[in-house]
Nanobody, 121 residues
Framework: QVQLVESGGGLVQPGGSLRLSCAASGSIYNIYTMGWYRQAPGKQRELVARITSSGTTNYADSVKGRFTISRDNTQNTVYLQMNSLKPEDTAVYYC???????????????WGQGTQVTVSS
């Protein structure tokens, strides 16, 4: 059984920093992409950043220059370093991964349970 477990959310003042982590565990054959989405109250879930197995990244325009996504393929872990946080970054952040479990021969989309990030003074 594959799981994505997030950590690192919390309350931070505007201009502050947080680092989110997400570890994929279970019987995994291969991981293609890992990334972060967020959903603010009353809004749709949106892509924040994503990274492929080869290290190619893409970011939402709203976080470019402030957030950095990275990945440790040996630990099946993805990180999101968030700097210069703004109140509009407040949301539940979800880890996402497209991966192939050993129980199948095709890729499956997995989601974490979400972690709250609140930016407020």
């Amino acid at each position: 059984q594959v799981q994505l477990v997030e950590s690192g959310g919390g309350l931070v003042q505007p201009g502050g920093s947080l680092r989110l982590s997400c570890a994929a565990s279970g019987s995994i054959y291969n991981i293609y992409t890992m990334g972060w989405y967020r959903q603010a109250p009353g809004k749709q879930r949106e892509l924040v950043a994503r990274i492929t197995s080869s290290g190619t990244t893409n970011y939402a325009d709203s976080v470019k220059g402030r957030f950095t996504i990275s990945r440790d393929n040996t630990q099946n872990t993805v990180y999101l370093q968030m700097n210069s946080l703004k109140p509009e970054d407040t949301a539940v952040y979800y880890c996402n991964s497209l991966l192939v479990p050993r129980s199948t021969d095709y890729a499956v989309d997995y989601w974490g349970q979400g972690t709250q990030v609140t930016v407020s003074s």
